[in-house]
């Protein structure tokens, strides 16, 4: 079965911490994202990325930053936790062959407290 | 860009009724409409979709149509039951978009009561 994982399902951390959130694929997809989940607010792209190396800001890229050095691991980075950042974030990936459908993972649910 | 609009943003029915979600989108050139099922505390799930040169697709009790004159696309669940219940979101693809991104409407809380 094929997977996006996502390394932790809730996390706690503090304001100003340094925040890693990894997401790693099975499929050799070329396409991942990351997005960012709020209540009343839908899906909203944070970063995206077509290619190892590769990242695109999306919609709302402020005070994030992604790293991916190999083509099955999208990390997400809050360089310095907010509350505001407080959330659900989700990881997606895709082929560019012509499936356009995503595979989402799990979610992480993170509290900056 | 493509803007998506997804009404209703919640809508209860009764076990047995048909549900439709409805969704709009603005560029004519995309191509591409799946719709996904998010579970609480999961992941949204790929359950159908449609591409622009079909105008209807089945998969048992769900189904979508697409009407690409009016650019806008729906689902429709028919004998629902109490596990149909979760956010659905549709989304679009735009034609010339090599990343194959898409963008999503904004959500349907679907609740379905025994």
């Known amino acids: 079965d094929v997977k996006v994982t996502q390394s932790s399902r809730y996390l706690v951390k503090r304001t100003g911490e340094k925040v890693f959130l990894e997401c790693v694929q099975d499929m050799d997809h070329e396409n991942m994202f990351w997005y960012r989940q709020d209540p009343g607010l839908g899906l909203r792209l944070i970063y995206f990325?077509?290619?190892?190396?590769?990242?695109e800001k999306g919609d709302i890229p402020e005070g994030y930053s992604v790293s991916r050095e190999k083509k099955e691991r999208f990390s997400l980075i809050l360089e310095s936790a907010s509350t505001n950042q407080t959330s659900m974030y989700l990881c997606a990936s895709s082929s560019q062959d012509g499936h356009y459908g995503y595979t989402f993972g799990s979610g992480t649910r993170l509290t900056v407290v | 860009g493509e803007n998506v609009e997804q009404h209703p943003s919640t809508l209860s029915v009764q076990e047995g009724d048909s549900a439709v979600i409805k969704c709009t989108y603005s560029?004519?050139?995309?191509?591409?409409f799946p719709w996904y099922k998010q579970e609480l505390g999961k992941g949204p799930q790929l359950i159908i979709d449609i591409r622009s040169n079909v105008g209807e697709k089945k998969d048992q009790r769900i189904a979508v149509t697409l009407n690409k004159t009016a650019k806008h696309f729906s689902l429709h669940i028919t004998e629902t039951q109490p596990e149909d219940s979760a956010v659905y979101f549709c989304?679009?693809?735009?034609?010339?978009?090599?990343?194959?991104?898409?963008?999503f409407g904004g959500g349907t809380r679907l609740m379905v009561k025994p």
């Open positions: 989304a679009a693809m735009e034609g010339n978009n090599a990343g194959n991104m898409l963008t």
């Open positions: 990325s077509y290619d190892v190396k590769m990242k």
């Open positions: 560029d004519s050139a995309s191509n591409y």
